[in-house]
């Protein structure tokens, strides 16, 4: 009896080992999501104050005939900033609707940060006290979704968008979905 005792580490560790092993083969930044080619959440979500003009954003305006992009975003937020340019890009020069959930920020702090870095959004809901966040997943902002004209979530990407990223991955899956 006191022999299996001696093997009882040894068991512990091997379980150990395998455990590590398989976490160790996934890819970090691959962060799944429950969402992908299902309805989009249900949201109602007020308009952002402060922005003209102030349109609400809800589950419904998500189902536009064409693909679109919902981005979560917020004024604190540094990446957010950092991406922006890359959003206003997708509206504007590849003309996709751009649909956008302020994240647990003040509204006239958001408004002011889009008057400052211009506004390619379609609609922005408020999300003050992250419900939306919720229903969508997030882990943090920024976040982006692609969805279908149908309202079904067909991609999510966790963090800011990147050239790379719009050019190899959102484009070419929006240009698909058209």
């Known amino acids: 009896m006191k022999r299996w005792l001696y093997l009882l580490p040894l068991a512990a560790f091997v379980a150990l080992a395998v455990y590590l092993w398989f976490g ?6 691959v962060l799944p999501s429950a969402l992908i080619d299902r309805p989009a959440p ?6 952002l104050a402060g922005r003209q003009p102030e349109k609400p954003l809800a589950t ?38 751009v ?5 647990k920020d003040k509204p006239k702090e958001a408004a002011t ?16 006290e992250g419900r939306a966040g919720i229903e969508f997943g997030i882990y943090g902002v920024p976040e982006t979704f692609v969805i279908d004209a149908e309202g079904h979530v067909r991609h999510r990407h ?21």
Request: net charge negative.
């Open 24 to 29: 160790l083969g996934r890819d970090p930044n």
């Open 99 to 103: 649909h956008a959930i302020n994240y």
């Open 113 to 128: 940060w889009l008057r400052g870095l211009g506004d390619p959004y379609g609609r922005v809901g408020a999300d003050p």
């Open 42 to 47: 249900h949201i109602e979500l007020p308009p």
């Open 60 to 97: 419904e305006h998500l189902k536009t005939g064409e693909p679109l992009l919902v981005n979560f975003f917020a004024s604190w937020c540094v990446p957010c900033r950092a991406e922006h340019p890359l959003i206003t890009a997708l509206a504007e020069e590849h003309g996709f609707q």
């Open 158 to 178: 966790p963090g800011p968008l990147t050239p790379d990223l719009v050019e190899s991955t959102i484009l070419p899956m929006l240009e698909s979905l058209r």
